[in-house]
């Protein structure tokens, strides 16, 4: 492990046939962080996490999970990492407890507190009434969270979910995502992968940009919400109807990326940041503007999407 | 860590048990029991015969048909298991688990294997019925189950195999059967046409249980039961190594198929053992192996197979690097990885070739005259011979002037050859057109393994008279002359591929590196 990053690949790369699914892909996760790995279908998200998680083979590169090769030592860095695939199956003959009671053995869990950490992981995913079902009996969004259940149930400091929220109705995405938020808290690092921004959005500290296998950015949110073009938003509504004037004049303030104004309307591009919310407050004031409203919004992961890909497949 | 996972055992029995076609199957399989045995014992008395021999004809009508059901039910069930995970899409998930993927594949199959031995001691008590009558004996009853469960191990791994090597289940179970059942039959077929080398019949079950009728099935003197089994057992090993490389990934798959070629190796060494033991005893029209020195031959030629194994499995420079992660001893690559694991591998070919003398030496060697030291030595001048041509063909793969990776395989080959083949070729020149052997083709015989195996068994024909020989013989035993000889020149060759190798993951500030 090197500075912190307790995922890292190096020139990662993976061909099937002719075709170069991931293109010398390096990048780093910090430990505890919630990093959400982006991209559109065929970007190269899933040969990626497969490659992590030890079950495809990179035709170049190396990676390293919590400082284990994936190569050398493919079954210490299973044994730190809770994985949940973009489709996966259950063992529908199974009853939930036996499912768990599996995976709690299958990673040398104790019986007693792989007994306790179901229990837990139950309630967690809000499968408490379901644990004495069969497998095969559940709804499609039920296998989903037993399917998380089981990725949680070792208590694994690395989390892996590829497009969690896939298959699940609006309730159940607002669980994974408060979920996630939860076990980022807790000091787990996740990975976390999905081409729905606005889910992602909510939840990551860090992100990773791939298209056609490559990575086309890859750092803390803030650090992107803060360049270029995006960063916050403030749809301001004044007394007066004088907003082009006042636009005019914010044009000149350092915090401020953009103004623009008609009648009473004023909408500023900020950095995201509070004292440049204050500043601009603070200059309104002074100036003399009545401010009768004033909402916030912030750059979201979409912009930042848009403005980092190309719309390119792998 | 275990070679099965207990956990993955109780999974797959609890699926198993609890889909509706293993009801099914058990419910037909204990009626169908029941009918044969009514049927077969019905069909005895109406015969005329006396009761013990209704017994006894009954329960080995019982038992082929209890081989053959079984042996298709074994390849069905195994035949689910890899392809069904793959088809629910569980692979990832249980692959994803920290469990090796040889536990994963082994777990199935001992699971599939307890459910076919549950389904096998259902027909127990027809047997103790059968026992009862008078015609049979503990011992052949207990036979007849042993060899049931040894088919059923190889049917349970063609099964394991063809789940591995197709995705769709609806693929791979009817492939299984097809494969089990013809199996049966063709060594039924070769178990009755009574050909020599009968050891083949046991790789079905119908043939075992039909040689297991002869009262020398295991007499030490023609033990072609105990090959049958050896073998049928080796060829499930076989099957299921290839079945878990089909689950494994790339580059650990090279280094672990150098395991099912030396089981093969082993099946053909148990198949030249029979032949050779049962030769002499055997009242055959033409016995394809009447003596040692003809077993010899056979076994160069198996040795030479096994040679050009080693080289195909010469490796290339990523898979190398993968293998060792650049943290190289003198001995990885083509042995697999690590400093003794080809050390393991030459001392388990030692072992495998030392059972097959042994066996011949136990059988014909009073006959013979063969002295158990200088059988020991024609096996030591073969191993070495083997652990030389391996090193060869390592020095062929690191060679960094051949650029191309059929290239190198192509150079590992002719000097494999070269070495088996250039002495007794140059020999044969300078010996052309003279009575005696001169001293100069001799000591060129003595370099050559097969040459040193056979001067250690019989020192002087081979050399023809030669005086030169004689005088060696009185001081030192021919076939020591070729082993130092092999030793010396492995080690040399050990220590010129060290240091290539140093160089050879090394990266250089000029030039290029050789192209895979």
Same mark, same amino acid.
């Given at each position: 492990m090197a500075g912190g990053a307790i995922i890292r690949t190096e020139d990662l790369t993976v061909r099937y046939d002719a075709l170069?699914?991931? !293109?010398s892909l390096s990048l780093e996760v910090p430990e505890g962080s919630v990093y959400g790995f982006i991209g559109p279908n065929g970007a190269g998200k899933t040969s990626t996490i497969r490659v992590l998680m030890t079950l495809l083979e990179a035709a170049e590169g190396r990676a390293w999970v919590g400082g284990h090769d994936v190569n050398e030592e493919p079954e210490q860095v299973r044994s730190l990492i809770g994985y949940m695939p973009d489709f996966f199956g259950v063992y !529908?003959? =199974?009853f939930v407890w036996e499912y768990l009671e599996l995976f709690g053995d299958l990673h040398g869990l104790p019986r007693a507190s792989a007994r306790e950490r179901a229990e837990y992981v139950l309630a967690v995913c809000d499968l408490q009434t379901k644990r004495?079902?069969? $497998? @095969? @009996? =559940?709804?499609r969004g039920m296998k989903q969270r037993l399917c998380l259940a089981r990725a949680l149930l070792p208590d694994p400091p690395i989390l892996i979910l590829d497009e969690?929220?896939?298959?699940?109705?609006p309730t159940g995405r607002y669980q994974i995502r408060q979920l996630i938020r939860r076990l980022g808290d807790e000091g787990k690092t996740i990975f976390v992968s999905s081409h729905i921004l606005l889910e992602l959005g909510e939840v990551c500290d860090h992100v990773g940009i791939i298209e056609a296998g490559r990575l086309r950015a890859s750092g803390p949110l803030e650090q992107f919400v803060g360049a270029g073009e995006a960063g916050r938003l403030l749809r301001v509504r004044l007394l007066t109807s004088d907003a082009d004037r006042a636009a005019e004049m914010l044009r000149?303030?350092?915090? $401020?990326h953009d103004a623009t104004g008609a009648a009473a309307s004023l909408d500023i591009r900020i950095h995201d940041d509070d004292n440049a919310h204050a500043e601009v407050l603070a200059q309104l004031s002074a100036a003399g503007f009545r401010i009768g409203h004033i909402a916030e919004e912030r750059a979201s992961l979409e912009d930042i999407y848009r403005r980092m890909t190309k719309g390119e497949l792998a | 860590m275990p070679a099965i996972s207990l956990p993955l055992v109780r999974k797959e029995l609890r699926q198993s048990l609890r889909a509706r076609a293993t009801l099914a199957v058990e419910n037909l399989y204990v009626l169908a029991l029941v009918v044969a045995a009514t049927v077969s014992v019905y069909l005895a008395n109406q015969s005329g015969v006396p009761l013990w021999q209704c017994g006894r004809d009954a329960f080995y009508a019982i038992a082929a048909m209890q081989s053959v059901l079984l042996g298709l039910v074994a390849a069905a069930f195994a035949g689910a298991m890899v392809s069904g995970e793959r088809e629910q899409k569980t692979e990832d998930i249980l692959l994803a688990a920290p469990v090796r993927v040889r536990q994963v594949v082994r777990s199935k199959l001992v699971a599939a294997g307890l459910i076919v031995l549950a389904l096998l001691l259902l027909s127990l008590p027809i047997s103790v019925i059968f026992l009862l009558l008078g015609g049979l004996t503990w011992p052949e009853v207990a036979m007849a189950y042993l060899i049931t469960a040894v088919w059923l191990t190889l049917a349970l791994s063609i099964g394991l195999l063809s789940s591995a090597m197709f995705q769709r289940t609806i693929a791979a179970v009817p492939f299984a059967i097809v494969v089990t059942a013809t199996l049966d039959l063709i060594s039924l077929g070769i178990a009755q046409s009574?050909?020599?080398?009968?050891?083949?019949? %046991?790789? @079905?079950g119908l043939a075992l249980l039909q040689n297991a009728a002869?009262?020398?099935?295991?007499? =030490?003197? $023609?033990?072609i039961g105990a090959v049958s089994l050896l073998l049928c057992l080796s060829l499930a090993i076989c099957l299921t190594e290839s079945a878990l490389d089909r689950v494994r990934l790339a580059h650990r798959r090279r280094a672990a198929s150098q395991r099912i070629w030396l089981m093969v190796w082993l099946c053909l060494l148990s198949l030249l053992t029979l032949g050779a033991a049962a030769a002499p005893d055997q009242e055959m029209a033409? +016995? +394809?192996? !009447?003596d040692l020195l003809g077993f010899l031959s056979c076994q160069a030629g198996l040795i030479v197979v096994f040679a050009v194994v080693f080289v195909s499995q010469v490796p290339r420079k990523a898979d190398l690097k993968a293998l060792t992660g650049g943290r190289?001893?003198?001995? !990885? %690559?083509i042995f697999g990885s690590g400093p003794l694991a080809g050390a393991r591998y030459v001392v388990l070919l030692s072992v495998l070739i030392l059972v097959g003398w042994t066996a011949i030496w136990w059988v014909n060697g009073p006959s013979l005259e063969l002295p158990g030291w200088r059988a020991a030595l024609g096996t030591a001048c073969l191993v070495a011979g083997i652990w030389v041509a391996a090193l060869l063909a390592q020095f062929a793969a690191l060679c960094?002037?051949?650029?191309?990776g059929w290239a190198r395989r192509v150079l590992a080959g002719v000097l494999v050859a070269l070495f088996f083949i250039g002495p007794p070729a140059l020999q044969a020149w300078f010996w052309r057109g003279q009575d005696v052997p001169p001293p100069s083709s001799v000591v060129l015989l003595l370099t050559n393994p097969f040459a040193g195996c056979i001067v250690s068994f019989d020192p002087v024909a081979p050399m023809h008279g030669s005086p030169f020989a004689e005088r060696i013989e009185s001081i030192i035993p021919l076939g020591a002359c070729t082993l130092l000889f092999l030793l010396a020149f492995g080690l040399c060759l050990l220590f010129v591929l060290w240091r290539v190798r140093l160089g050879y993951l090394t990266p250089r500030c000029s030039g290029s590196a050789p192209a895979d």
């Amino acid at each position: 492990m090197a500075g912190g990053a307790i995922i890292r690949t190096e020139d990662l790369t993976v061909r099937y046939d002719a075709l170069t699914a991931v !293109d010398s892909l390096s990048l780093e996760v910090p430990e505890g962080s919630v990093y959400g790995f982006i991209g559109p279908n065929g970007a190269g998200k899933t040969s990626t996490i497969r490659v992590l998680m030890t079950l495809l083979e990179a035709a170049e590169g190396r990676a390293w999970v919590g400082g284990h090769d994936v190569n050398e030592e493919p079954e210490q860095v299973r044994s730190l990492i809770g994985y949940m695939p973009d489709f996966f199956g259950v063992y !529908d003959h =199974l009853f939930v407890w036996e499912y768990l009671e599996l995976f709690g053995d299958l990673h040398g869990l104790p019986r007693a507190s792989a007994r306790e950490r179901a229990e837990y992981v139950l309630a967690v995913c809000d499968l408490q009434t379901k644990r004495d079902a069969m $497998v @095969g @009996g =559940l709804s499609r969004g039920m296998k989903q969270r037993l399917c998380l259940a089981r990725a949680l149930l070792p208590d694994p400091p690395i989390l892996i979910l590829d497009e969690p929220a896939s298959g699940v109705d609006p309730t159940g995405r607002y669980q994974i995502r408060q979920l996630i938020r939860r076990l980022g808290d807790e000091g787990k690092t996740i990975f976390v992968s999905s081409h729905i921004l606005l889910e992602l959005g909510e939840v990551c500290d860090h992100v990773g940009i791939i298209e056609a296998g490559r990575l086309r950015a890859s750092g803390p949110l803030e650090q992107f919400v803060g360049a270029g073009e995006a960063g916050r938003l403030l749809r301001v509504r004044l007394l007066t109807s004088d907003a082009d004037r006042a636009a005019e004049m914010l044009r000149g303030v350092d915090v $401020v990326h953009d103004a623009t104004g008609a009648a009473a309307s004023l909408d500023i591009r900020i950095h995201d940041d509070d004292n440049a919310h204050a500043e601009v407050l603070a200059q309104l004031s002074a100036a003399g503007f009545r401010i009768g409203h004033i909402a916030e919004e912030r750059a979201s992961l979409e912009d930042i999407y848009r403005r980092m890909t190309k719309g390119e497949l792998a | 860590m275990p070679a099965i996972s207990l956990p993955l055992v109780r999974k797959e029995l609890r699926q198993s048990l609890r889909a509706r076609a293993t009801l099914a199957v058990e419910n037909l399989y204990v009626l169908a029991l029941v009918v044969a045995a009514t049927v077969s014992v019905y069909l005895a008395n109406q015969s005329g015969v006396p009761l013990w021999q209704c017994g006894r004809d009954a329960f080995y009508a019982i038992a082929a048909m209890q081989s053959v059901l079984l042996g298709l039910v074994a390849a069905a069930f195994a035949g689910a298991m890899v392809s069904g995970e793959r088809e629910q899409k569980t692979e990832d998930i249980l692959l994803a688990a920290p469990v090796r993927v040889r536990q994963v594949v082994r777990s199935k199959l001992v699971a599939a294997g307890l459910i076919v031995l549950a389904l096998l001691l259902l027909s127990l008590p027809i047997s103790v019925i059968f026992l009862l009558l008078g015609g049979l004996t503990w011992p052949e009853v207990a036979m007849a189950y042993l060899i049931t469960a040894v088919w059923l191990t190889l049917a349970l791994s063609i099964g394991l195999l063809s789940s591995a090597m197709f995705q769709r289940t609806i693929a791979a179970v009817p492939f299984a059967i097809v494969v089990t059942a013809t199996l049966d039959l063709i060594s039924l077929g070769i178990a009755q046409s009574g050909w020599a080398p009968s050891a083949i019949a %046991g790789l @079905g079950g119908l043939a075992l249980l039909q040689n297991a009728a002869s009262p020398d099935f295991f007499s =030490l003197k $023609v033990p072609i039961g105990a090959v049958s089994l050896l073998l049928c057992l080796s060829l499930a090993i076989c099957l299921t190594e290839s079945a878990l490389d089909r689950v494994r990934l790339a580059h650990r798959r090279r280094a672990a198929s150098q395991r099912i070629w030396l089981m093969v190796w082993l099946c053909l060494l148990s198949l030249l053992t029979l032949g050779a033991a049962a030769a002499p005893d055997q009242e055959m029209a033409s +016995p +394809p192996w !009447d003596d040692l020195l003809g077993f010899l031959s056979c076994q160069a030629g198996l040795i030479v197979v096994f040679a050009v194994v080693f080289v195909s499995q010469v490796p290339r420079k990523a898979d190398l690097k993968a293998l060792t992660g650049g943290r190289v001893g003198p001995m !990885d %690559g083509i042995f697999g990885s690590g400093p003794l694991a080809g050390a393991r591998y030459v001392v388990l070919l030692s072992v495998l070739i030392l059972v097959g003398w042994t066996a011949i030496w136990w059988v014909n060697g009073p006959s013979l005259e063969l002295p158990g030291w200088r059988a020991a030595l024609g096996t030591a001048c073969l191993v070495a011979g083997i652990w030389v041509a391996a090193l060869l063909a390592q020095f062929a793969a690191l060679c960094r002037r051949v650029r191309r990776g059929w290239a190198r395989r192509v150079l590992a080959g002719v000097l494999v050859a070269l070495f088996f083949i250039g002495p007794p070729a140059l020999q044969a020149w300078f010996w052309r057109g003279q009575d005696v052997p001169p001293p100069s083709s001799v000591v060129l015989l003595l370099t050559n393994p097969f040459a040193g195996c056979i001067v250690s068994f019989d020192p002087v024909a081979p050399m023809h008279g030669s005086p030169f020989a004689e005088r060696i013989e009185s001081i030192i035993p021919l076939g020591a002359c070729t082993l130092l000889f092999l030793l010396a020149f492995g080690l040399c060759l050990l220590f010129v591929l060290w240091r290539v190798r140093l160089g050879y993951l090394t990266p250089r500030c000029s030039g290029s590196a050789p192209a895979d």
